[in-house]
């Protein structure tokens, strides 16, 4: 028998896999702060949940994906939030991306009610979420993630457990430091050659045939030279995740002096008022900087 499935947090992604859900046959209750996302859900089958605590009432499992730790701190453990419908056997997954010493704590408040929970961020953006093809990060106990696991197959295609609670928000870390690391690098390089007179269209199309290939280039390349950033994961969220990286790397002692200096540049773009840009968008702080825009002249040459 399925469970009856909880879902809150219906922004860019959440929208998208609470939709695949629904499509594959589940029993869903959705809520989110904003009604919009909320009635799109209702006409297409879901019931309508009133508050974290209400979606949890009515469900077996409940996933949460919101912004950031104090918004699952609110929906877990804040006042009409999961904690106020908890009972053993329920489980609780976040598939957010927030800190790691947070993650540890929910589970360890709602598990001494009784409750079963993981953390389970992904990466993929609104396309991998659009296309259920996200790789999720799974922290928790091995028999829960065997037991979710066929929930986390609608909504995703790389499913690994990482470890106990709180290790698949480390993982999910690590993954943003290395596409904000490729953001910036493919910014510098495209800035580079713009600046020395060479088509950014020519750029891409050689170092997508090379060593410096990555899928970050591929999905947001083409978009950047034509300065579409229109959001598949907007610059202040991944400023939100580089700010809990660095946290997490004080609280273990370790120096990651390259992230660091990209935390500065989403820092500029999102003081810029660029937050709601695409993370493809940190470009536009190093073009400010070399006083060049790094856009193809061939679209250029068409206007």
Avoid: W
């Amino acid at each position: 028998m399925q469970p009856r499935i909880g879902f809150i947090g219906l922004g860019i992604m959440g929208k998208h896999m609470a939709s695949h859900l629904l499509q594959a046959g589940y029993s869903l209750t959705v809520f989110d702060v904003i009604s919009s996302p909320v009635d799109a859900l209702v006409s297409m089958g879901a019931k309508r949940g009133l508050s974290s605590a209400d979606v949890a009432a009515q469900s077996d499992l409940v996933i949460s994906m919101v912004p950031d730790s104090p918004d699952v701190e609110q929906v877990a453990l804040g006042k009409n939030g999961i904690r106020d419908a908890a009972r053993p056997g329920l489980i609780y997954v976040d598939m957010s991306s927030i800190s790691p010493r947070v993650a540890v704590r929910v589970a360890q408040e709602l598990g001494a009610l009784g409750m079963r929970c993981l953390d389970a961020p992904v990466s993929g953006g609104e396309t991998g979420a659009y296309n259920a093809t996200l790789s999720i990060m799974v922290g928790g106990p091995e028999d829960l993630f065997e037991e979710v696991k066929p929930i986390f197959e609608v909504l995703g295609k790389t499913i690994t457990l990482c470890g106990t609670n709180g290790t698949g928000q480390i993982v999910k870390a690590c993954n943003q430091i290395q596409v904000a690391l490729n953001f910036v690098g493919m910014a510098e390089a495209f800035v580079l050659g713009a600046k020395a007179g060479v088509d950014p269209a020519i750029i891409l199309k050689v170092l997508s045939g090379g060593y410096a290939q990555t899928r970050v280039m591929d999905v947001r390349g083409p978009r950047l030279i034509h300065g579409d950033f229109e959001p598949g994961f907007k610059s202040k969220f991944h400023l939100k995740d580089l700010n809990i990286i660095i946290e997490t790397a004080k609280d273990l002692n370790v120096p990651l002096p390259c992230t660091a200096i990209t935390q500065q540049l989403f820092n500029a773009l999102v003081c810029a008022g660029r937050g709601d840009l695409d993370h493809s968008a940190v470009i536009t702080i190093l073009e400010d900087l070399a006083r060049v825009q790094a856009r193809t002249q061939l679209e250029e040459d068409q206007k």
